[in-house]
Nanobody, 123 residues
Framework: QVQLVESGGGLVQAGGSLRLSCAAS????????MGWFRQAPGKEREFVAS????????YYADSVKGRSTISRDNAKNTVYLQMNSLKPEDTAVYYC????????????????WGQGTQVTVSS
């Protein structure tokens, strides 16, 4: 049982950076792989990045690879998403999610979701 709360979203100009945080309240945080997803108006929620339970392996969507970094600090029960070189098409609500599954680049593998944090990138 884990609860997730995202923060760090906001308005940023194209080319700027943001660091999103996801704080987990449950004591079982380290038993979950963690992921970030995003959803723009009228579109499906899509995978952005994920990280394994130990933090040893990360995965990224092609759309953010090379300019985003996911990390986790299990001692702080927190996962982060650093986003650089932001583009207007990055505008979306970003969601943190926890997975007890295996295929952690797939949305259906995630069990618990945060409330989301808005990222808006202006041109």
């Amino acid at each position: 049982q884990v609860q997730l709360v995202e923060s760090g979203g906001g308005l940023v100009q194209a080319g700027g950076s943001l660091r999103l945080s996801c704080a987990a309240s449950g004591r079982t945080f380290s038993t979950y792989a963690m992921g970030w997803f995003r959803q723009a108006p009228g579109k499906e929620r899509e995978f952005v990045a994920s990280i394994t339970r130990s933090g040893g392996t990360t995965y990224y969507a092609d759309s953010v690879k090379g300019r985003s970094t996911i990390s986790r600090d299990n001692a702080k029960n927190t996962v982060y998403l650093q986003m650089n070189s932001l583009k207007p098409e990055d505008t979306a609500v970003y969601y943190c999610a926890a997975s007890s599954g295996i295929l952690i680049t797939w949305k259906s593998s995630y069990d618990v979701w945060g409330q989301g944090t808005q990222v808006t990138v202006s041109s």
